[in-house]
């Protein structure tokens, strides 16, 4: 995949994320709701979709981190080498996911220590 088509597809990955966070962020409670009648049940099940929403929206959030990342890589012309050891990063794996900045090792190993 040449660095033209893998840009195409951030930019409209980009996209796609930053509509995603709009909408997650207008979904997220921001605490006005104190004066509503709820009984502990309720409270809990608000609890949870509040934080559901916040896990979807943290995970696209750092998706989107990735994205941009990728992009400025392709500005600097190291779109496609590991950030961690310089190897060629797969075309396969580029396919797959064009915001990939490390190689199969080096991101098994980061995963790893996480
Ligand atoms: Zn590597």
New binding site residues.
């Given amino acids: 995949m040449d660095t033209a088509t893998a840009g195409k597809r951030l930019e409209q990955a980009r996209d796609d994320l930053e509509r995603s966070i709009a909408v997650l962020r207008g979904e997220t409670p921001d605490g006005s709701e104190a004066d509503t009648p709820q009984d502990p049940a309720d409270a809990g099940a608000r609890l949870t979709e509040a934080d559901r929403t916040q896990a979807v929206l943290a995970s696209a959030s750092s998706q989107r981190t990735q994205v941009l990342n990728a992009l400025g890589r392709i500005e600097q012309g190291t779109f496609g080498t590991?950030?961690?050891?310089?190897?060629l990063?797969p075309e396969g794996r580029l396919e797959a996911r064009p915001e990939a900045s490390?190689?199969v090792?080096?991101?098994s190993k980061r995963d790893r220590r996480h």
């Fill in positions: 590991c950030v961690d050891c310089g190897a990063i490390r190689c090792s080096c991101q």
